[in-house]
């Protein structure tokens, strides 16, 4: 019998569990030798660039807009998601399971529910920005001002820090007293309350106004905006000027899907572990890689402001860094204002 083994045992004599082995990724140990590496790179790659989001986006002042406040926004949520999974998972990775305090478990769990609650409040507000920008793109400047988006952010941080810290308190006064193995590489709620000898009921009831708020409401205004946005390119009379608009929205619709496609799916595939393992580590791993090379590759203005940072980081340490001359300085290119062309 394996250590983990031995420690489960101990755990199911005592009367209540205080700590969590998790199993991890027993379905692929033949892969484990490659699943070490490759985690290292994406989640350096994930720190890097959404470090690199919010570092352009706070030097360049022509990228000082609400769109790309909330983009950095976003990429702050998935830094505290990638910490808050990722670090974990090279032990159990490397180690083959996991034991983790149940205390430290919860804390894991209180971190993970609110970046990704976080996530989907955020996904909301960008795109009812798109909505205001696209439908409404003359009054979009006394709308969504600087004030607007600094009480729509501290209220989603505000709000879903709250609430799940109410799932937290419920969720640690429920008894757990054996078993204590997780099937999983981090603390979900689901494993937890199956582990529990409590009455679950009054938890899967907060669950379950939780996931309305977090969950459908927020999937109801974006499906909303997109079909008020959506029908107001159609009328737009030139194709270029549909590509153009449609092209300001692209990033974040493509987020959107990959974001709560990953979650839905998640439901289709309820009682297949392997299944649900995979999904898990799409929209916790990479979910927060791929959105940055979203938004930075689809985006001229982004890529313009990192070339001319690139330009100056390399002149101050005397570097000959030629980028051509889109990276000159974006108010030297002349280009027209956002969503000129939409009448």
């Not at 905006?225 to 549909?242: D, E, H, N, Q």
């Not at 496609?261 to 580590?281: D, E, R």
């Not at 402001?305 to 690139?310: D, N, T, V």
Request: net charge neutral.
């Amino acid at each position: 019998m394996n250590s983990f083994g031995n420690m489960n045992l101990q755990h199911q004599n005592s009367s209540k569990v205080t700590e969590i082995l998790l199993l991890g990724f027993q379905h692929l140990k033949s892969f484990h030798i490659y699943l070490f590496p490759l985690l290292f790179i994406i989640f350096c790659v994930t720190i890097c660039g959404n470090l690199l989001i919010i570092v352009v986006v706070s030097y360049s002042q022509s990228l000082h807009s609400p769109m790309y406040f909330f983009l950095t926004q976003l990429s702050l949520t998935d830094l505290l998601l990638t910490t808050t999974i990722v670090p974990n998972m090279f032990h159990i990775v490397l180690n083959e399971g996991s034991a983790v305090s149940f205390i430290g478990c919860l804390t894991q769990f209180y971190f993970f529910s609110a970046s990704e609650a976080l996530e989907c409040l955020l996904l909301t507000v960008m795109s009812y920005d798109r909505y205001q920008a696209i439908c409404n793109p003359l009054h979009y400047s006394s709308l969504i001002d600087l004030s607007f988006c600094i009480r729509a952010i501290l209220l989603c941080w505000l709000v879903i820090f709250g609430i799940v810290f109410m799932i937290y308190l419920t969720l640690s006064r429920l008894d757990f007293c054996g078993p204590n193995i997780i099937d999983h590489f981090f603390c979900d709620l689901e494993p937890l309350l199956e582990l529990s000898c409590s009455d679950t009921f009054t938890m899967k009831l907060e669950t379950m106004f939780l996931a309305i708020f977090l969950a459908i409401f927020p999937v109801t205004v974006i499906i909303v905006s997109y079909a008020y946005i959506i029908f107001t390119i159609l009328k737009i009379p030139s194709v270029t000027g549909r590509l153009k608009t449609f092209t300001t929205c692209s990033a974040h619709l493509t987020v959107v899907t990959l974001f709560y496609g990953s979650l839905i799916t998640m439901y289709v595939f309820p009682h297949q572990q392997n299944a649900k393992t995979l999904l898990s580590l799409f929209y916790t791993v990479v979910t927060p890689l791929v959105n940055p090379m979203i938004y930075s590759l689809s985006n001229t203005d982004i890529k313009l402001a990192l070339k001319k940072l690139l330009n100056n980081v390399c002149s101050v340490f005397n570097v000959n860094w030629i980028l051509g001359p889109s990276a000159l300085p974006l108010k030297e290119k002349h280009r027209p204002p956002p969503y000129s062309f939409i009448r």
